[in-house]
């Protein structure tokens, strides 16, 4: 049976960029299997999960296997790559997501499924203790609709614990943040390479619907515009997020990690300075 709540890394979440064009249910398989595979106590190229346990805690106990489905999401799954920043330098340079190999895709090994998962990648998504972690309720992966509804809100649920620049805080209180995030970073943490109109119209709007509905999250959203005459340029996007037990965001504290940074990889600094300009008054569209 799976959790109510199922518990990532931060600092995984926070990097994450998923390089596919996988369904919401995709994506709830994935990162289900991602979930299973920290559980193990060692590094296996090969997880075991009870089919059955994993189908019901997603779809319900009245959906039956399918095949062809099955075999779909896997090709899906196949054409796919998570790709990572430099705080993770094991898996910087991309690593397949979990997949089934081809001969073993209708075979249940005393129930379960045999996922083929890269080793990196299974160690980047264990939890250590003093790790900050993002809390993903199991409603939203079992019903969002959208695939974007369950990346925008781990990367947000990420920002709040601190894998952000702080120069991104615009204000701060007990129940509620505001947070101006550049384009490029929103675009980068959905996946999403379409135009800003595309973005706002097939990525924010319905992702936030999703969430507002299926969370105990407040979520809003403003394009930040450049100043001038007319529609200005989109230069970012202002977050308003609400949520019963949200805090000021945590400082990042920097873990030691057991492979060293290349070279070439510069961090770049964190700004500490929290400012308080207004919010702009020109909201989305939904």
Request: aromatic letters at 6%; charged letters at 25%; hydrophobic letters at 40%.
């Amino acid at each position: 049976m799976l959790p109510e709540i199922i518990t990532f890394p931060a600092v995984t979440i926070g990097s994450m960029e998923v390089g596919g064009e996988l369904t919401a249910g995709d994506l709830a398989v994935m990162l289900t299997v991602l979930w299973y595979a920290a559980q193990q106590t060692r590094d296996g190229v090969h997880v075991d999960i009870d089919e059955k346990v994993m189908r019901n805690g997603l779809f319900g106990p009245k959906k039956a296997r399918d095949l062809k489905r099955d075999g779909e999401r896997l090709g899906r799954l196949d054409q796919t790559r998570l790709f990572f920043d430099e705080r993770l330098p094991d898996v910087q340079n991309g690593v397949p997501a979990p997949t089934i190999d081809q001969g073993m895709r209708r075979v249940l090994v005393d129930g379960c499924q045999r996922w083929t998962i890269d080793t990196a990648l299974q160690a980047a998504f264990r939890i250590h203790d003093n790790d900050d972690v993002v809390q993903v309720p199991l409603a939203l992966l079992q019903r969002a609709k959208c695939r974007f509804s369950t990346l925008l809100y781990m990367r947000v649920a990420a920002w709040i614990e601190g894998e952000l620049d702080r120069k991104w805080i615009r204000r701060a209180t007990e129940d509620k943040l505001l947070l101006r995030v550049p384009l490029q970073e929103v675009k980068e943490a959905v996946g999403f390479g379409g135009d800003t109109a595309q973005l706002a119209k097939y990525v924010l709007a319905p992702a936030i619907s999703e969430i507002t509905t299926l969370t105990d999250w407040h979520l809003n959203a403003v394009l930040v515009r450049a100043p001038g005459r007319g529609l200005g340029k989109v230069l970012a996007v202002d977050f308003l997020i609400g949520r019963p037990t949200l805090v000021t965001p945590k400082p990042r504290v920097r873990k030691p990690k057991q492979q060293e940074l290349p070279p070439n990889v510069v961090r770049l600094p964190v700004s500490q300075r929290i400012t308080q300009r207004p919010v702009p008054d020109e909201s989305i569209d939904f």
